[in-house]
């Protein structure tokens, strides 16, 4: 009993671990709704479904090695008997996992899409989080531009299966190789080592990608001497000659209306190049796949401002943005931005199998894209709870049920209320938590002359928000009685009304 | 360049950690059909999704704490700064602490559902793996049993949801009361610590569980000095007297064919306990309501010889067997079993809150109903494929990837040949392995006269595999020629002829 007594208990945290959070209702809902409208595109196109486990070993995500101790540059990892074991931190490392493991029995090429979390040990911040959603499509085993352009149609549909119009997005390309042949023509590329990314390339590129935000002098400033931003902080540049930086900056100019006109102008920057000729005819084939498909420029574009990170990527990468205009946290208009990207990537599973496997495929941001049709459709339109049927009577509790359950067999949402009745305020109060739409009461008297209460709860809070004439609210009362047979017809009729 | 000899690259093995695995194809896309049937009935029934982060603090999730150095009993558990986080091993503890967190936000009683894997550090064996999913439904903040007769009710829709008709499963209802009180009248609980498991309890409890297997002489066997099993090994008996041993046996034998008779039986059985009266008349409320919502005894039944294990529940408790049989490893027919459980607690947000707060719940275990569905009806029944347009000449894409763009219009699965198109018989063994139903076929010659071959693969299949007569070749050839712009009806109507 002492022993008892010393260890008095101490009441944990309820609290989720940093940097984590919970999904409630309609962010659930509306996160799978938008997710399987996305897959059904993605399996239409041939797809498979790939759910590979979260957990892998570090050896096989390879990039975070374990050191001496313990290996937690990026990934949450743990130690698990002898081997090192880590949660994937995205859905390309298990693929290249899974494809070298399986790619006797996989059909070649494979194409694949996965949907899942994915974890991230980094500093959280506000609206950064260690565990979020990704949502892939990959086609590994081929090197035929063929499978890139298959990539952006099928990103372009995906965008409009969900509700995003032509017009609001376009799905940007480049290619690595035009980059290359770009850096080849500046006399910044190491042809012996075209993959090896000095100090100078890895500016110049990064330069590249802050076109948009930084502006053609912004730009300029980096890939010379350097540039202080506003802050007063200082970025390095890249030290280019006039010359060199007059190649960089025409290249970004490059871009055109449509993409074989870009194309046109590419030839003639890196016409000195054979890997950025190699580069521009694929991105010709790209432009002309597309176009063929209906895909216009309107939908996808031959962009040369587009990077997409630093390696990794080897021939043509891809960018969605969507390109309407949301007000930021200072209530300043700005474009929405990314919210997938991709590319081709030939060495991810060389690592395993020691071959040259080609591969291609597109990543979406899924918390983004979900964010972004909220923005542009679901605002203020929170979903709609179910019909609570409240309880008068505790004794009886079948007929509520029964009533529940009819309401259920006509497709309506509706629930029982469960916790104590005796306060019909609270169930009041509850129907508001639940957003229900509908209360039914039911008590002994109008049990005994067969009809039921129906309260338009709905309509009541529009009424109390903004209660314009008494003639509108005698024309629809929030209450009124209907027979006990008419019940589930009417209800019916009040949320046809409702959505309608 | 010495030092990268040094490191000559050691090749990474492209395998899963011990206890993990892939899913690929259909067991992902029946899997998500599954749940989505399920969660669309708790959905109608009121209940909102929660999707809580894989990650949890040790702390939070209780039971398993850290020892001095790491915990790692049962859990997946690692050090971030300074606190112990590990991955969930159910959505029981997270939905306990996400109550206790947002308490004043959620409506009360809070009805919830959730669906994830869960993780388990255990000793992976043949089927069991080390990440699982699972689908739970709860009702928190009520003590009502309307609570616990609307899950069960709720469950049976979900398994008729799935397409487990009434008379192949059966949800058995016990209440844990009714057990105490049993064990109250055999003189073998301890009233002032009703909550408390000792040795003999745990036995007695065990050996009820066990009555499917053991038969009655067995479990009397448990009950008295013990048991020595087929092989040899012996189980210590709970050692009580044969008074005793007859008020349990009497007890395992009080389910009649209807709930209301078998609530008579236990009444004269616990009439001595007041504990065991409660659990009685709980037993009768549902029973009551189940009845009068439609759920005869052949969907809820009252079952005294449920037990589902040892702690955690504190009245009834529910558990969902499945009474098809099915063929074991060795030929032998047997009922394929539990496929969900639950029951209500109420102590699980105490431990972070100090209040009680009454809970109830199901859990289905998703991978085994999931093998009970394809024991019934997806037996060798894998899905199709989609159609494949083969590439007869490389530079004529735009073409092909034309007429997959209709076939998918048109709401056919479809995808174009990408790998290298020179062989083509690689192109039909690639059709084979995607268990592509169609192949379409236009060569430069077929172009010009503007037709298309089809080719019937699901036809050429059945006939290579059973060739009956040539009567039947000629009736219904494997491949033939249709005009170009009868393609895509052509194909949708073999497709909806084989499918019929």
Partial sequence: MAKDKKKKPQRPKAQNPRGFRDYFGAEVTERNAMLSRITEVYHAYGFDPLESPAVETVEALGKFLPDVDRPNEGVFAWQDDEDWVALRYD?????????????????????????????????????????????????????????????????????????????????????????????????????????????????????????????????????????????????????????QTDIIMNFMDARRDDGAATCVRLRELVSASEIGMTGVLELETIAELSEAQGYGSDRILIDPSVVRGLGYYTGPVFEAELTFEILDEKGRPRQFGSVAGGGRYDDLVKRFTGQEVPATGISIGVDRLLAALREKSFKNNSEAGPVLVTVMDRDRMVDYQTIVAELRNAGLRAEVYLGNPKNFGNQLKYADTRNAPVAVIQGSDERDRGVVQIKDLALGKALAANIQSNEEWKAQPAQFEVARAELVDAIKKMIERANG
């Fill in 91 to 243: 859905l390309t490392a298990p693929l290249a996992r899974v494809y070298a493991q399986y790619r006797n029995e996989l059909p070649t090429p494979y194409r694949r899409y996965s949907v899942g979390p994915v974890w991230r040990n980094e500093k959280p911040g506000p609206g950064r989080f260690r565990q979020f959603y990704q949502c892939d499509a990959d086609t590994v085993g081929t090197p035929t531009v063929a499978a890139d352009a298959e990539i952006c149609g099928m990103l372009s549909d995906a965008l409009e299966a969900v509700g995003i119009e032509c017009g609001d997005y376009v799905v940007r390309v480049n290619n690595r190789k035009v980059l290359n042949g770009v850096m080849e023509v500046a006399g910044i590329l190491d042809l012996s080592e075209p993959e090896r990314f000095t100090t100078e390339r890895g500016i110049v590129l990064r330069a590249i990608d802050k076109l948009d935000r930084l502006g053609p002098d912004g730009v300029r400033a980096l890939l010379g001497k350097g540039r202080k931003d506003e802050s007063g902080d200082y970025t390095d540049g890249a030290n280019l000659s006039d010359e």
